[in-house]
């Protein structure tokens, strides 16, 4: 089982940029690849990003392409979301979520374990 708790969020001007992180513990880490959703109040869990075991592929989802970075540490059990040039639409609960499906998963029931999340709050 892999615990998994994220950090970095708060409330941002349009246009800021904010680091997510999401730490991992419990198993090997580089076992499993990791995606980031995020969810506003009334919309659909929505995907933004995942990145393979080994960090050599990522995807994002369209709404996010150009503006998000997804990241990851092996050595330090973590994943990261670079997150710029934020708009008010950004706003959401951000999960980290890890996944034993090699690639890169972009569909929530893809993934097995999910962290709590952290809310991101852009301000217009």
């Known amino acids: 089982q892999v615990q998994l708790a994220e950090s970095g969020g708060g409330l941002v001007q349009t246009g800021g940029s904010l680091r997510l992180s999401c730490t991992a513990s419990?198993?090997?880490?580089?076992?499993?690849?990791m995606g980031w959703f995020r969810q506003a109040p009334g919309k659909e869990r929505e995907f933004v990003a995942a990145?393979?075991?080994?960090?050599?592929?990522?995807y994002y989802g369209d709404s996010v392409k150009g503006r998000f970075t997804i990241s990851r540490d092996n050595a330090k059990n973590m994943v990261y979301l670079q997150i710029n040039s934020l708009k008010p639409e950004d706003t959401a609960v951000y999960s980290c979520a890890a996944s034993v499906t090699s690639g890169v998963p972009i569909i929530p029931l893809n993934y097995h374990y999910w962290g709590q999340g952290t809310q991101v709050t852009v301000s217009s």
């Open positions: 990145i393979s075991r080994s960090g050599g592929r990522t």
């Open positions: 419990g198993r090997t880490f580089s076992n499993y690849a």
